[in-house]
């Protein structure tokens, strides 16, 4: 199985930028679709960005479209998420996660649909 490691996470200012990686191990990324959550404190894990395992589709939530872009190195086998425009609504903790290949990819996949996760790095936004 793939274990996910998550960093790049830190305190910005408003309008900054952040980059997070997501280093997997014990498994290429390729074999899986991979996904980014976040969770802000009371509130539900939600889906920010998405990319199928061939590394061809991707996907975003409306609230991120157009800010945040999904890659990787599939040689280094790193995710990233490199976050633009950050505002104080983007402080969370980010979570990436994989999905196995065998399963279908979505757009906008849901937390229950993934089976490998991260620890978690916190984001925090200030006004």
């Known amino acids: 199985q793939v274990r996910l490691v998550e960093s790049g996470g830190g305190l910005v200012q408003s309008g900054g930028s952040l980059r997070l990686s997501c280093a997997a191990s014990?498994?290429?990324?390729?074999?899986?679709?991979i996904g980014w959550f976040r969770q802000a404190p009371g509130q539900a894990r939600e889906g920010v960005s998405f990319?199928?395992?061939?590394?061809?589709?991707?996907g975003y939530a409306d609230a991120v479209k157009g800010r945040f872009t999904i890659s990787r190195d599939a040689v280094k086998n790193v995710v990233y998420l490199e976050m633009n425009s950050l505002k104080p609504g983007d402080t969370a903790v980010y979570y990436c996660?994989?999905?196995?290949?065998?399963?279908?990819?979505?757009?906008?996949?849901?937390?229950?649909?993934?089976?490998?996760w991260g620890q978690g790095t916190q984001v925090t936004v200030s006004s």
């Open positions: 014990g498994r290429t990324i390729d074999s899986y679709h």
């Open positions: 990319l199928s395992s061939s590394g061809a589709s991707t």
């Open positions: 996660a994989a999905r196995s290949y065998r399963y279908s990819w979505s757009e906008n996949g849901l937390p229950s649909e993934y089976q490998y």
